[in-house]
């Protein structure tokens, strides 16, 4: 019984440790985001491009490219410390005022992470997943007029 309590208090630390790496320095934690990204859809491609900013900061451009060529910046993005949490920030074209939107991470687990936004209209959850050195896996969800919604974006790195 004392050897249960024993992994139960040992995986409690590993899992704490690992978030409170992550709250450290984002930059690092996050640094499989960076370069650029995109995904094809029926109208063209969605691209997000990621960059070191200042103080740990990484910045983040969402693009949709048409069919044509033609490209519409759609989001700024940021992944940063406030105080000493971690945030997901947007600024969205033509929504909120044009305000920023913060998410707050509240989970690492699995190379998942998980910002929520609880008071947010939609989404109030953006996850990204690391799939590997090309690969990453981000979706949007939570309820939108009481119904659950989720969109997934699959990126492959250009």
């Not at 992994?7 to 899992?15: C, D, E, P």
């Not at 996050?30 to 370069?35: D, E, I, M």
């Not at 920030?89 to 909120?96: E, G, L, P």
Request: with cysteine.
């Amino acid at each position: 019984m004392k050897r249960i309590y024993l992994y139960a208090s040992i995986l409690f630390f590993v899992g704490f440790y690992s978030n409170v790496k992550a709250q450290k320095d984002p930059s690092k934690t996050f640094s499989f985001v960076l370069g650029s990204w995109e995904m094809q859809t029926l109208k063209g491609k969605i691209v997000e491009q990621w960059s070191h900013g200042a103080n740990k900061i990484l910045e983040g451009k969402s693009y949709r490219v048409t069919a044509k060529g033609d490209s519409i910046l759609t989001e700024t993005l940021q992944i940063r410390k406030i105080g000493k949490e971690v945030f997901y920030c947007s600024t969205v074209a033509n929504q909120n005022e044009g305000k920023e939107v913060c998410f707050k991470l509240i989970s690492k687990k699995d190379q998942i992470y998980i910002f929520e936004n609880a008071a947010h209209d939609f989404p109030q959850r953006i996850v990204y997943q690391n799939l590997g050195k090309n690969e990453m896996l981000a979706w949007i969800e939570g309820e939108r007029n009481g119904k659950s919604r989720k969109s997934e974006f699959r990126y492959k790195r250009q």
